[in-house]
């Protein structure tokens, strides 16, 4: 079992971002978080890097580019398409959840109201990531 | 005959206008709730020892007041979601689905909830139609005032469509509220899941299939409330 993830958040709430924080900063190992505003700074982001992300952790509503566009440009690229994604919205909408697991996602997590669940959930989908081998591009 | 044609179709294309309007603005009101519940609960973690028992108390029922509205937008989102044009077809075994939903509701130990006979076998779009047993069934044990509670679930089958029955031995229902009731945003008694939306969505799913919600109700000795759904 690994201790810690390399973490792209792709998260345009302020304090979606400080819920996240919050939550890493109480467990138990140091994951590596960078953060992204919305799809096209995420993508910056990952053409830059010469490491990529273990997993990426992202919202749907953001400006410029969104969630699900930015899940179909990386699902058809083939330098980032096995990188595991986990959407993590406010909308349990049908119809976001189909286009997602059809383009192909990780996990859909929609964020609970109360912070403590919310703390739970996070915690959860990251020990069981920890659990997992990766395709190391 | 032309005009009238024209006009339903605008009447109808403004309404679906007013139910993605409700859905977004449910959708965006929703996250600024989460946020404030996440800001809510650091202040109370770090200031609890220092504000004194009586602001906790009035955070708390600030909290309670934030659930209470974020179960509110999320049956408006449910509400406006209800529409022809989304309908799935898929094959339910109603005797697995309504044990499925007991299992998920909060039930209270002095309440039993009892399947009186065998049911069907429907199609119907299963989301939908999970709406309308749920919400008819915490309606039966959320309102329920006796020592001992007691729900029972039953079906009647017709030639071309099936009676359903949740009966409960609650508070009743006054004659003049039989027709209010399915109003949007009706509550009779308080609860603090209770939105008043609950029979809104029933009556609504229901009439995208063409069934019928009636109820029979004696005040203070229980309700039974009846629906139709047709077989095909």
Redesign the interface.
């Not at chain 2, 139609?129 to 008819?136: I, K, M, P, S």
């Given at each position: 079992m690994r201790k810690s993830l390399n973490i792209l958040l792709v998260e345009d709430?302020m304090?979606?971002i400080?819920?996240f924080n919050?939550t890493i900063s109480k467990l138990a190992y140091p994951h590596n978080i960078v953060e992204a505003k919305n799809g096209e700074e995420a993508l910056d982001i990952l053409y830059k890097n010469e490491s990529l992300p273990d997993i990426i952790l992202l919202d749907l509503?953001m400006p410029k580019i969104n969630g699900l566009e930015f899940l179909s440009i990386i699902r058809k690229n083939d330098h980032f398409k096995y990188i595991p994604t986990v959407i993590l919205t406010?909308?349990n909408?049908?119809k976001d959840v189909t286009e997602c697991h059809q383009l192909g996602i990780a996990g859909y997590l929609v964020?609970p109201?109360?912070?403590?669940d919310?703390a739970e959930s996070i915690k959860t989908v990251l020990d069981y990531w920890c659990f997992n081998e990766f395709v190391q591009a | 005959m032309h005009q009238k044609e024209q006009l339903l179709q605008k009447l109808k294309h403004q309404n679906e206008q007013l139910n993605d309007y409700a859905h977004l603005v449910s959708?965006d009101l929703?996250?600024s709730?989460?946020?404030l519940?996440?800001?809510l609960?650091?202040v109370k973690e770090d200031c609890v020892e220092k504000i004194g028992e009586e602001s906790v108390g009035n955070l708390n029922l600030m909290e309670a007041k934030?659930?209470k509205m974020?179960k509110f937008l999320e049956d408006i989102i449910n509400y406006s979601?209800i529409g022809a044009k989304?309908l799935k077809t898929n094959t339910i075994d109603l005797n697995k689905k309504v044990i499925n939903i007991i299992e998920s509701l909060e039930v209270p130990k002095n309440i039993n909830i009892v399947i009186i006979n065998n049911l069907p076998i429907l199609k119907a779009d299963a989301?939908r139609l999970r709406q309308v047993f749920e919400n008819l069934i915490s309606n039966a044990v959320n309102f329920n005032d006796k020592e001992n509670g007691l729900v029972e679930i039953g079906v009647e089958e017709k030639e071309d469509f099936y009676t359903f029955s949740i009966k409960d031995n609650g508070q009743g229902i006054a004659k003049e509220y039989h027709e209010k009731i399915f109003n949007t945003f009706t509550t009779l008694g308080y609860h603090e899941k209770s939105t008043g939306m609950g029979l809104s969505i029933v009556k609504r799913v229901l009439e995208l299939y063409g069934g019928d919600i009636w109820l029979e109700s004696e005040v203070l000795k229980g309700t039974t409330f009846y629906f139709t759904f047709p077989k095909k």
């Amino acid at each position: 079992m690994r201790k810690s993830l390399n973490i792209l958040l792709v998260e345009d709430d302020m304090i979606e971002i400080m819920k996240f924080n919050r939550t890493i900063s109480k467990l138990a190992y140091p994951h590596n978080i960078v953060e992204a505003k919305n799809g096209e700074e995420a993508l910056d982001i990952l053409y830059k890097n010469e490491s990529l992300p273990d997993i990426i952790l992202l919202d749907l509503n953001m400006p410029k580019i969104n969630g699900l566009e930015f899940l179909s440009i990386i699902r058809k690229n083939d330098h980032f398409k096995y990188i595991p994604t986990v959407i993590l919205t406010s909308s349990n909408d049908h119809k976001d959840v189909t286009e997602c697991h059809q383009l192909g996602i990780a996990g859909y997590l929609v964020k609970p109201l109360k912070f403590s669940d919310y703390a739970e959930s996070i915690k959860t989908v990251l020990d069981y990531w920890c659990f997992n081998e990766f395709v190391q591009a | 005959m032309h005009q009238k044609e024209q006009l339903l179709q605008k009447l109808k294309h403004q309404n679906e206008q007013l139910n993605d309007y409700a859905h977004l603005v449910s959708h965006d009101l929703k996250s600024s709730l989460r946020s404030l519940s996440a800001l809510l609960t650091w202040v109370k973690e770090d200031c609890v020892e220092k504000i004194g028992e009586e602001s906790v108390g009035n955070l708390n029922l600030m909290e309670a007041k934030i659930e209470k509205m974020d179960k509110f937008l999320e049956d408006i989102i449910n509400y406006s979601e209800i529409g022809a044009k989304n309908l799935k077809t898929n094959t339910i075994d109603l005797n697995k689905k309504v044990i499925n939903i007991i299992e998920s509701l909060e039930v209270p130990k002095n309440i039993n909830i009892v399947i009186i006979n065998n049911l069907p076998i429907l199609k119907a779009d299963a989301r939908r139609l999970r709406q309308v047993f749920e919400n008819l069934i915490s309606n039966a044990v959320n309102f329920n005032d006796k020592e001992n509670g007691l729900v029972e679930i039953g079906v009647e089958e017709k030639e071309d469509f099936y009676t359903f029955s949740i009966k409960d031995n609650g508070q009743g229902i006054a004659k003049e509220y039989h027709e209010k009731i399915f109003n949007t945003f009706t509550t009779l008694g308080y609860h603090e899941k209770s939105t008043g939306m609950g029979l809104s969505i029933v009556k609504r799913v229901l009439e995208l299939y063409g069934g019928d919600i009636w109820l029979e109700s004696e005040v203070l000795k229980g309700t039974t409330f009846y629906f139709t759904f047709p077989k095909k």
